[in-house]
């Protein structure tokens, strides 16, 4: 078991099936963010080609967010340089290698180590051509706390065409990384990552209709800090939700959220008020979209909501353990079920998402469909 995750075995493994889209998702704090720009300092001393690093939203690259994102290189800079520099600087979205000493700087690098952006604030990048870059970094793609942009894969296919520039004469990897927080990611879809079929240590090849390989994803294995972790914090914990920190597997969100516009266009079948182990009023609402394909949407209850009723089901039906034996004797009951084991089941939050499983999960015999949110 290796102490922290390197990267260098992926990239050298799709640069010799020529595929320069990469993926990599794992638990928090393996090394992930570490490796890869530890990966582009030593291509930046050699070849002074850049990093591009990307974040969704331009709050994520403000200086109070992001001037320590390089702190953990220091060490590595002045081995890599002999001495030459011995600490970053950023100023206007960009990193530098520069030198101090007692606390004054004395020498600067010309060209940027780094580059940062924000998909969000596409419109203000001017495509200038900043030189040639070792690699693209998308970081945190999925994050239960942001939302993904409306048109993220177009924005991320602009940006990198902004940034190769046609280049096509050596190899410059994109690599998105992200936790195992939720395996809902409309952009990994996009890439054709199906989130559920991973196996955590294997890299996963998708490819085209002609065998052609299109994007390289890596479920990050287990490493020893983060064993160390868990054994020294976490595994104590009797709570499932914190496995990802120290083992990297999925444990919260597999909470799909549903586009606004297609919850307006909805029609509402039934409402039915449900009350999770945590006391918590959720409502879970039975929709129709185009005329014929049935989801479930959960949201929070609210007082004010107006009972909704159908043919099947003559009273808004106000749930726990207890009396949740009736409901299976009603047709509509079939349909939630249905929208929960097929995952035709959205939320309104990763938080609804966590105790809606709750109640699932406290349920016997309820095995199937609590595992789908597992």
Request: with cysteine; aromatic share 14%; charged share 25%.
């Amino acid at each position: 078991m290796k102490e922290y995750y390197d990267i260098t075995p992926l990239i050298e493994y799709a640069r010799k099936i020529n595929c320069p889209w990469l993926g990599c998702v794992g638990g928090k704090g393996n090394g992930k963010t570490y490796s890869i720009i530890l990966y582009a300092l030593k291509e930046f001393v050699k070849t002074r080609r850049c990093l591009r690093y990307l974040r969704r939203y331009d709050v994520s690259i403000k200086p109070k967010a992001i001037s320590s994102l390089c702190k953990a290189q220091r060490q590595n800079l002045i081995n890599l340089t002999g001495g030459k520099y011995n600490d970053f600087m950023y100023y206007q979205n960009k990193f530098y290698l520069i030198r101090t000493e007692d606390g004054v700087r004395v020498d600067k690098c010309p060209e940027p180590f780094m580059i940062c952006s924000a998909l969000n604030s596409l419109s203000a990048f001017t495509g200038a051509d900043e030189g040639e870059c070792s690699l693209i970094f998308y970081d945190e793609v999925m994050s239960r706390k942001e939302n993904e942009l409306p048109d993220e894969y177009l924005d991320l296919m602009t940006y990198h065409d902004n940034c190769i520039r046609n280049r096509t004469d050596y190899f410059c990897p994109t690599i998105l990384v992200g936790n195992t927080f939720t395996r809902h990611s409309i952009i990994m879809s996009e890439f054709g990552v199906d989130l559920y079929s991973l196996t955590q240590g294997e890299i996963t090849v998708i490819r085209n209709k002609d065998k052609i390989p299109t994007f390289v994803m890596e479920y990050c294995a287990d490493t020893l800090h983060m064993q160390q972790a868990g054994d020294s914090y976490y595994s104590r914990f009797d709570n499932d939700h914190i496995k990802m920190i120290y083992k990297g597997t999925w444990t919260v969100g597999n909470y799909p959220h549903i586009r606004s516009n297609d919850l307006q266009c909805s029609r509402l079948i039934t409402r039915i008020k449900i009350i999770s182990p945590a006391k918590v009023a959720l409502s879970a609402e039975l929709r129709m979209i185009d005329g014929k394909h049935i989801f479930l949407y959960v949201c929070r209850y609210m007082s004010d909501d107006t009972p909704h009723f159908c043919t099947m089901l003559h009273k808004t039906q106000i749930f726990d353990t207890a009396v949740f034996n009736y409901f299976p004797q009603t047709g509509v009951f079939r349909h939630y079920l249905k929208c929960i084991i097929t995952r035709m089941t959205f939320f309104s939050s990763c938080e609804i998402g966590e105790y809606f499983r709750d109640f699932l999960r406290s349920f016997p015999g309820c095995d199937r469909v609590k595992n789908v949110y597992q």
